[in-house]
């Protein structure tokens, strides 16, 4: 099962016989109260140099996410990504939930992209599945609909498979459908990180898709967040995860080492190489 996405010059293929893809969350203005002003006066120079920090510390992706107040992500979400594509050739996860700011961006980028997100909503269906058709694109489908994120991993399951099945009846290969199970803060409820593992699994096990994950919500909330971060993230890894969306500063050495212990780095050459760069 490959998905595979491409820029310009250069493709990224997910799959399980292939090394933990990180996806660089960073550039969002969540929590980023600056990169909000600067995307309110379309100044790109934050969104330029968190894409060249990202590249550095190992993101084989980037996550473009404009969506903040008093900005109109159609306009907005298409100038990030030519400003990316300025400075890195890594491909693209456009990352809104405004079918319009999804259409302009694919418009302007060159390649094969993954749309984040379609979940299994009717509406989203039936808005975000033919843009994916149309451009030929790559799609990550959230396990959550009218009913919010159910509190059941067979539930997370089920419209995982929906979304699934949706999207083959559209002409989408499943091969090019990433499922995300969704990570709640654990601060919150005890059982959000189980229940995330339970159902990372029953979708490996069931589906054989991809995923993906948002790996960092599970920490809201808690001191040390990072430890959180990287301790969830391995067991995300070793459930099923293969490209999370991540701060890869931080990520960046808790995939290598899962990767090294999941048999997924021959000889330890990607964690050496690492290691020896990090000196
Ligand atoms: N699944 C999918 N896409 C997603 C998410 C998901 N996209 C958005 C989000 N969740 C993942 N991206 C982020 C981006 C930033 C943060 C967390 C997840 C974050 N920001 C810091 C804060 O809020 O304190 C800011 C710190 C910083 O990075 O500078 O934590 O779940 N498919």
Redesign the pocket.
């Known amino acids: 099962m490959e998905t595979i996405v491409r820029s310009k010059t250069q493709e990224v293929i997910i799959s399980p016989d292939q090394p933990t893809r990180i996806i660089g969350?960073?550039i969002?203005p969540?929590?980023?109260p600056k990169l909000a002003e600067s995307l309110a006066k379309n100044d790109m120079s934050r969104v330029i140099s968190l894409a060249t920090s990202q590249v550095e510390s190992g993101a084989a992706i980037l996550?473009v996410?404009v969506g903040a107040a008093g900005v109109n992500e159609v306009e907005l979400l298409p100038l990030a990504v030519q400003a990316v594509g300025q400075v890195t050739d890594l491909p693209l996860?456009l990352?809104s939930a405004n079918p319009a700011a999804l259409r302009a961006a694919l418009q302007v980028y060159e390649g094969k992209a993954l749309i984040?997100?379609v979940n299994g909503e009717e509406r989203s269906l039936e808005q975000v599945l033919p843009l994916v058709k149309e451009f030929g694109a790559a799609v990550?489908g959230?396990a959550m609909d009218d009913n919010g994120i159910p509190s059941d991993p067979a539930a997370r399951l089920a419209v995982a498979k929906k979304i699934v099945e949706r999207a083959e009846s559209y002409g989408i290969p499943r091969e090019d459908v990433m499922i995300?199970c969704?990570?709640l803060s654990v601060c919150a409820d005890s059982t959000a990180a189980k229940v995330t593992l339970q159902a990372i699994q029953m979708v490996r096990e069931e589906l054989g898709v991809n995923m993906?994950?948002?790996?960092?919500?599970i920490s809201?909330g808690l001191p040390d967040?990072e430890a959180i971060n990287d301790i969830f993230l391995a067991m995300t890894i070793a459930a099923g995860v293969n490209a999370p969306?991540?701060?890869p500063k931080f990520a960046q050495k808790a995939v290598l080492i899962s990767d090294v212990l999941l048999g997924r780095d021959e000889f330890a050459m990607n964690y050496m190489t690492y290691y020896r760069s990090q000196k």
Do not use: H, P, Q, Y
């Open positions: 969350e960073r969002n969540t929590g980023k996550d996410n996860c990352d984040n997100s990550i959230l995300d969704l990570a993906t994950l948002g790996a960092s919500n809201f967040r969306i991540v701060n």
